[in-house]
T-cell receptor, first 116, second 115 residues
Framework: DTGVSQDPRHKITKRGQNVTFRCDPISEHNRLYWYRQTLGQGPEFLTYFQNEAQLEKSRLLSDRFSAERPKGSFSTLEIQRTEQGDSAMYLC??????????????FGQGTRLTVV | AQSVTQLDSHVSVSEGTPVLLRCNYSSSYSPSLFWYVQHPNKGLQLLLKYTSAATLVKGINGFEAEFKKSETSFHLTKPSAHMSDAAEYFCVVSDRISSASKIIFGSGTRLSIRP
């Protein structure tokens, strides 16, 4: 296992188009997180999953954003009708679940979205 | 609810002098605390973590942090700064017990090293 994998690494899209990002977590990790990071800021929490269940969705996320984690493995983050303000780095992370006493998150390299 | 406050947005030190990056946290339960580093155009890398064992935690590259429950702090230190330490540092909190816990980042501290 080579860690958390995100695809694509870079995405340029025109305003109004839909985009979808994929995250493959570390295989034994049942928690998966999505964050958004803009230049000069810390990662902002977007949403997270425990296995296939989406436990929380940030108020930062408008209805244009949706995330899924079918079968509790990989996850997708879709942004509909993209806006220029959506331009950011989208980070995925995974961790072991509760009961392990260890919530350390491992991060992917991120997907950089540019909306033109 | 959890939160974390990094008290300095930017710290500048001379090479060879000590580094102190400050972090205060708030957690309803028993926190796990982490420091991550992000070099320009690189991914987030874990420096060190506290998960209820020793309160003084040693990490990679000579960094260490001390968990002080009475002060709700988890400051990051290094005795002697190196040019390669220049990066963005994030203090992170999570709850070890709550089923609703998520991982929350501070706003970051940019560390600059003067020659």
């Amino acid at each position: 296992d080579t860690g958390v994998s995100q695809d694509p690494r870079h995405k340029i899209t025109k305003r109004g188009q839909n985009v979808t990002f994929r995250c493959d977590p570390i295989s034994e990790h049942n928690r998966l997180y999505w964050y958004r990071q803009t230049l000069g800021q810390g990662p902002e929490f977007l949403t997270y999953f425990q296995n296939e269940a989406q436990l929380e969705k940030s108020r930062l996320l408008s209805d244009r954003f949706s995330a899924e984690r079918p079968k509790g493995s990989f996850s997708t983050l879709e942004i509909q009708r993209t806006e220029q303000g959506d331009s950011a780095m989208y980070l995925c992370a995974s961790s072991l679940g509760l009961g392990t006493g260890n919530t350390e998150a491992f991060f992917g390299q991120g997907t950089r979205l540019t909306v033109v | 609810a959890q939160s974390v406050t990094q008290l300095d947005s930017h710290v500048s030190v001379s090479e060879g002098t000590p580094v102190l990056l400050r972090c205060n946290y708030s957690s309803s339960y028993s926190p796990s605390l982490f420091w991550y580093v992000q070099h320009p155009n690189k991914g987030l890398q874990l420096l060190l973590k506290y998960t209820s064992a020793a309160t003084l935690v040693k990490g990679i590259n000579g960094f260490e942090a001390e968990f002080k429950k009475s002060e709700t702090s988890f400051h990051l230190t290094k005795p002697s700064a190196h040019m390669s330490d220049a990066a963005e540092y994030f203090c992170v909190v999570s709850d070890r017990i709550s089923s609703a816990s998520k991982i929350i980042f501070g706003s970051g501290t940019r560390l600059s090293i003067r020659p």
